[in-house]
C-alpha cells in the first residue's frame, strides 16, 4: 500500500476497500465501505516469510460499515483502498 495512503487512514476516515479473489479464468470483486475504527500491521502465525521476527505481517483494517456491523479485512497486494472522506478533528470513530 502507498504511504500517501496509509497516513490517511485515521480513525473516523470513511474508506471503500476493493478486495479481489483470482480464479482460474476470472477475479471475483468484493467492495466494502465504512467507516475506519482502526488500521494495523499484525503478524500471523506464518513461520516461513523470514521478515520482521520470523513472521509475516499483514495490513489489516477495522471498519464499522453501515448498519452497524463490524468487519476486518486482511489487505494483500490486490486489495485496493480508496479514502472517501477525512474526518474532522472531533469526530470519534468508536461510536
Keep these: 500500500m502507498a504511504d500517501d495512503i496509509r497516513k490517511l487512514l ?3 476516515a470513511r474508506v471503500r476497500v ?3 479473489i483470482a480464479a482460474r479464468e476470472y477475479a471475483l470483486d468484493t ?6 475504527i482502526s488500521y494495523t500491521q499484525k503478524p500471523t502465525g506464518s513461520w516461513f516469510a523470514h521478515s520482521r521476527d520470523d513472521r509475516l505481517w499483514l ?8 448498519d452497524g456491523e463490524i468487519s476486518v479485512l486482511n489487505l494483500d497486494d ?9 474526518p474532522s478533528a472531533n469526530v470519534d470513530a468508536t461510536k
Design 59 to 66: 495490513d489489516r483494517i477495522t471498519l464499522r460499515k453501515d
Design 78 to 86: 490486490y486489495a485496493k483502498v480508496e479514502v472517501l472522506e477525512v
Design 31 to 36: 467492495v466494502v465501505e465504512g467507516t475506519l
Design 18 to 20: 476493493t478486495q479481489q
Design 10 to 12: 485515521v480513525p473516523g
